[in-house]
């Protein structure tokens, strides 16, 4: 929970600088103080990236004008699997060349720690993609609906082969 540093009315002389025939010793006559309060910000899932989260009237306070908003946006941190998209996300998967060939079948983690499988049969190219419907973010204020995950992936080639390695995909093409 973030604590906001804010300025708030006196609360010695009730905002005027002063109290009975003398300058407020709390605010030295300049009706305000420092004060620090501790704000809940509970973000939704589904909460679209740089969306604000607006706090009305809590910002510094004076006894002349009314307070500003404290405004909090919402950006999302990197994350090494999952690049966000709106409601939809992206990842890069990587494949052997045998697996891009002959099928795979595989499973990773979600960003909810749910395990999700893929399966192919292959053969897959490279670049190809895979959309897997209502595997990407919760949309906002619906979270039960959910936008999609597309997977691309990319194929690890050999940087060289021996001659008898050669010799064998060679056999298989004939």
């Not at 893929?118 to 209502?134: F, L, R, S, T, W």
């Amino acid at each position: 929970m973030p604590e906001i540093a804010t300025q708030i009315v006196c609360p010695n002389c009730a905002g005027k600088g002063k109290v009975p025939g003398k300058p407020c010793a709390t605010c030295s006559g300049t009706k305000v103080t420092k004060g620090s309060y501790k704000l809940g910000v509970d973000i939704e899932q589904g909460t679209p990236e740089n969306y604000d989260l607006v706090f009305d009237m809590e910002a510094d306070q004076s006894p002349d004008e009314i307070p500003g908003d404290v405004i909090f946006t919402v950006q999302s941190a990197p994350h090494k699997l999952f690049t966000r998209k709106g409601n939809n996300l992206e990842m890069v998967f990587d494949l052997t060349l045998r697996e891009s060939l002959l099928g795979f079948s595989k499973s990773f983690n979600h960003l909810d720690e749910h395990e999700v499988e893929i399966e192919e049969d292959g053969p897959i190219q490279y670049n190809q993609k895979h959309v897997m419907a209502d595997e990407g973010m919760p949309v906002h204020h619906v979270p039960s609906e959910k936008g999609a995950l597309t997977i691309t992936y990319r194929i690890a080639l050999p940087d060289r082969l021996s001659e008898e390695a050669k010799k064998k995909v060679s056999s298989v093409f004939e």
